[in-house]
């Protein structure tokens, strides 16, 4: 069974660091095209970013010089680092996978909250 | 970036019912369009892709079409688990979304 699990969220101060988490079963992260995705509270859904197989990635405007994505192949986990972290940040990351190379996302994770508030 | 942009925003429909949501895109984006459904506390998931592919597993009371700017998402019959909110979401470039619709019971 294909299955996407994150964490890493919580309560973090604004102009702080977290780093999330996405460990994959049943797939392997260094052949697929991964992205985060997050969901402001009863807001709608905004790509953050992306690692392709080849590895390269991309990223959000509006996390663009903030957030990292990541791979360990070893761990079959994609990470997403996040600094300078503000209070719009706010909202739960998904993990995704997309269904073939690109941004169609037939596979998700359940989601870890992150919090930015003083 | 490329606007996406879904009505109604809000629907009320009962079981059996037709419903029809559109969504708009701000340029042409060929038949790069992709639906969503998502459940209260659930991640989406994917029920057509590429316009009109329907995701294995998805009911056929679903179907999409359109192309260029514009699309829409059927349901036939609406069923009792179909109350959720759906995004469409463009994979032409730098993915963006709609901003939803939702469904709800009459």
């Known amino acids: 069974e294909v299955q996407l699990v994150e964490s890493g969220g919580g309560l973090i101060q604004p102009g702080g660091s977290l780093r999330l988490s996405c460990a994959a079963s049943?797939?392997?992260?260094?052949?697929?095209?991964m992205s985060w995705v997050r969901q402001a509270l009863k807001k709608g859904l905004e790509w953050v970013s992306i690692?392709?197989?080849?590895?390269?990635?991309k990223y959000a405007d509006s996390v663009k010089g903030r957030f990292t994505i990541s791979r360990d192949n070893s761990k079959n986990t994609v990470y997403l680092q996040m600094n300078s972290l503000r209070d719009e940040d706010t909202a739960v990351y998904f993990c995704?996978?997309?269904?073939?190379?690109?941004?169609?996302?037939?596979?998700w994770g359940q989601g870890t909250l992150v919090t930015v508030s003083s | 970036d490329i606007q996406m942009t879904q009505s109604p925003s809000s629907l009320s429909a009962s079981v059996g019912d037709r419903v029809t949501i559109t969504c708009r895109a701000s340029?042409?984006?060929?038949?790069?369009l992709n639906w969503y459904q998502q459940t209260p506390g659930k991640a989406p998931e994917l029920l057509i892709y590429?316009?009109?592919n329907l995701q294995s597993g998805v009911p056929s009371r679903f179907s999409g079409s359109g192309s260029g700017t514009d699309f829409t998402l059927t349901i036939s019959s609406l069923q009792p688990e179909d109350f959720a909110t759906y995004y469409c979401?463009?994979?032409?470039?730098?993915?963006?979304f709609g901003q939803g619709t939702k469904v709800e019971i009459k």
């Open positions: 995704a996978r997309a269904a073939s190379a690109g941004t169609v996302w037939g596979t």
């Open positions: 049943g797939l392997t992260v260094s052949s697929n095209y």
């Open positions: 690692i392709r197989s080849d590895g390269s990635t």
């Open positions: 340029q042409n984006i060929s038949r790069y």
């Open positions: 590429g316009t009109s």
């Open positions: 979401q463009q994979s032409y470039s730098t993915p963006t």
